[in-house]
């Protein structure tokens, strides 16, 4: 293979290797309509200088790990300003991804000295235009395209918001997984060199097992948290059955005695009793169910909540205003229904709980205009805490939004492409969402 044909070979493979990290990242978080210029030119500028870069170092060396840092380094920065409030989990995304697949690299290389023995260091290390090192490098990134399937794709989009709340546990996979790549790489050299017996298929199924060990566990792990997720929304829904079914047997039963109930009030007013009257009335609105469940948007999970949440405030001398319209239907499941307004509300109730009765409210409109839909949740806060006039744009401050509960309502409101922002100001803490036509209708 002469040297023109060789290096257009390996540049083809550098830029498919840097396309598909940022097809797994558009696919992650959603940067597929994201067709401006500017990311237009970031992407396609980054693919074909860095795919450039890493087929000039594959001239001089076979394998380095100061490429894997440069690209993860180089990727990361590049895709950096179109992922704000993600920006942990996307330097995470593209780590994982460069060092997997340099330890596919090595799974093949593994492969390929059991076959050639002793010849792997002249054909690997010493020889200008090997086909074999093309051949390894082609495997891997075939490999590595399969499993990144748009099945898988879409598969770790659904997992996003658990690894943004477990970020820590993907990072210490990823460095794993880096130690693991390094050792091999080491292992690698040294078995080349002669310095280590030749066991090619041995040191390949102890990788193989190794990957499989990390990443069943990983998933497994996940998994876990997933269906802890889900046993809580049920548990949630289970609630709200019950409740429903209790205020249905106690409207029955009323509505059973309702006969005798007007027999008795018709008596007491044709002989004059008025106290009587009043007593009784007020004896009978005594066993009526004080909090069914209004409808204020026609959507009975909201609903539910709101009744739940207004009764809550009720019970802490909150003034509990809600200003809403009917909404068909919202770009959300209920799981992220239930997630949204019940963190909001539930930080808004804690919040006021720390000041004086006579000043605690909470205001939440409701607003549906067009292909949009607004959000707003204000409630009273302590004065100190509303000295200094700040605006939050999706960031994690401290002192700014309420710990993980408003990190995961970002998180859900940035998957459906919306916009959320919140305001400290003197005496009030304002909460915005705005939310485009998105893949439900609003």
Same mark, same amino acid.
């Given at each position: 293979?002469?040297?023109?044909?060789?290096?257009?070979?390996?540049?083809?493979?550098?830029?498919?290797?840097?396309?598909?990290?940022?097809?797994?990242?558009?696919?992650?978080?959603?940067?597929?309509?994201?067709?401006?210029?500017?990311?237009?030119?970031?992407?396609?500028?980054?693919?074909?200088?860095?795919?450039?870069?890493?087929?000039?170092?594959?001239?001089?060396?076979?394998?380095?790990?100061?490429?894997?840092?440069?690209?993860?380094?180089?990727?990361?920065?590049?895709?950096?300003?179109?992922?704000?409030?993600?920006?942990?989990?996307?330097?995470?995304?593209?780590?994982?991804?460069?060092?997997?697949?340099?330890?596919?690299?090595?799974?093949?290389?593994?492969?390929?000295?059991?076959?050639?023995?002793?010849?792997?260091?002249?054909?690997?290390?010493?020889?200008?235009?090997?086909?074999?090192?093309?051949?390894?490098?082609?495997?891997?990134?075939?490999?590595?395209?399969?499993?990144?399937?748009?099945?898988?794709?879409?598969?770790?989009?659904?997992?996003?918001?658990?690894?943004?709340?477990?970020?820590?546990?993907?990072?210490?996979?990823?460095?794993?997984?880096?130690?693991?790549?390094?050792?091999?790489?080491?292992?690698?050299?040294?078995?080349?060199?002669?310095?280590?017996?030749?066991?090619?298929?041995?040191?390949?199924?102890?990788?193989?097992?190794?990957?499989?060990?990390?990443?069943?566990?990983?998933?497994?792990?996940?998994?876990?948290?997933?269906?802890?997720?889900?046993?809580?929304?049920?548990?949630?829904?289970?609630?709200?059955?019950?409740?429903?079914?209790?205020?249905?047997?106690?409207?029955?039963?009323?509505?059973?005695?309702?006969?005798?109930?007007?027999?008795?009030?018709?008596?007491?007013?044709?002989?004059?009793?008025?106290?009587?009257?009043?007593?009784?009335?007020?004896?009978?609105?005594?066993?009526?169910?004080?909090?069914?469940?209004?409808?204020?948007?026609?959507?009975?999970?909201?609903?539910?909540?709101?009744?739940?949440?207004?009764?809550?405030?009720?019970?802490?001398?909150?003034?509990?205003?809600?200003?809403?319209?009917?909404?068909?239907?919202?770009?959300?499941?209920?799981?992220?229904?239930?997630?949204?307004?019940?963190?909001?509300?539930?930080?808004?109730?804690?919040?006021?709980?720390?000041? *004086?009765?006579?000043?605690?409210?909470?205001?939440?409109?409701?607003?549906?205009?067009?292909?949009?839909?607004?959000?707003?949740?204000?409630?009273?806060? *302590?004065?100190?805490?509303?000295?200094?006039?700040?605006?939050?744009?999706?960031?994690?401050?401290?002192?700014?939004?309420?710990?993980?509960?408003?990190?995961?309502?970002?998180?859900?409101?940035?998957?459906?492409?919306? *916009?959320?922002?919140?305001?400290?100001?003197?005496?009030?803490?304002?909460?915005?969402?705005?939310?485009?036509?998105?893949?439900?209708?609003?």
């Amino acid at each position: 293979m002469n040297e023109s044909v060789y290096f257009l070979v390996l540049l083809f493979l550098g830029i498919w290797e840097v396309w598909m990290a940022y097809a797994l990242m558009e696919e992650i978080f959603s940067l597929k309509n994201l067709k401006t210029k500017k990311y237009t030119f970031t992407k396609w500028g980054n693919i074909f200088v860095l795919g450039t870069l890493v087929a000039i170092n594959r001239l001089i060396a076979f394998s380095s790990r100061t490429l894997v840092i440069l690209c993860i380094l180089v990727t990361f920065i590049c895709i950096n300003r179109f992922v704000k409030g993600k920006r942990c989990l996307a330097f995470g995304v593209v780590a994982f991804y460069y060092v997997f697949l340099t330890i596919l690299d090595f799974l093949f290389s593994f492969l390929c000295i059991e076959v050639v023995g002793t010849e792997f260091e002249r054909i690997i290390y010493v020889e200008e235009y090997s086909g074999w090192a093309i051949g390894i490098y082609s495997l891997a990134r075939v490999v590595m395209w399969i499993v990144l399937c748009k099945s898988v794709r879409d598969f770790l989009k659904e997992w996003q918001p658990v690894l943004m709340a477990y970020k820590k546990i993907f990072f210490f996979t990823c460095a794993l997984l880096f130690v693991i790549m390094c050792r091999y790489q080491f292992v690698l050299a040294t078995m080349a060199m002669g310095e280590r017996e030749i066991q090619g298929v041995d040191k390949a199924l102890l990788l193989l097992a190794l990957l499989v060990i990390i990443l069943m566990g990983g998933f497994l792990y996940f998994q876990y948290i997933l269906k802890i997720r889900e046993v809580g929304f049920l548990k949630y829904q289970e609630q709200m059955l019950r409740d429903r079914c209790r205020e249905m047997q106690q409207t029955r039963q009323i509505a059973h005695d309702m006969r005798n109930h007007v027999i008795a009030l018709k008596k007491y007013d044709e002989e004059g009793k008025a106290e009587k009257l009043h007593e009784y009335i007020q004896s009978l609105s005594r066993d009526v169910p004080l909090y069914e469940t209004q409808v204020w948007t026609g959507i009975e999970i909201l609903d539910y909540l709101l009744t739940q949440e207004k009764k809550k405030a009720d019970q802490r001398n909150i003034k509990f205003q809600i200003e809403t319209q009917r909404i068909d239907a919202l770009p959300f499941s209920d799981l992220e229904i239930v997630s949204i307004f019940g963190n909001l509300l539930d930080n808004a109730i804690e919040a006021c709980e720390k000041i *004086e009765i006579e000043e605690r409210w909470i205001h939440l409109l409701i607003k549906k205009q067009r292909h949009m839909l607004f959000v707003e949740v204000v409630n009273s806060v *302590e004065e100190e805490n509303g000295k200094r006039n700040v605006e939050y744009a999706g960031k994690n401050r401290k002192g700014g939004l309420h710990g993980y509960g408003l990190m995961n309502v970002q998180q859900i409101i940035e998957r459906h492409n919306g *916009e959320m922002s919140c305001l400290l100001m003197k005496g009030k803490y304002l909460v915005n969402i705005s939310m485009y036509k998105g893949e439900r209708e609003c």
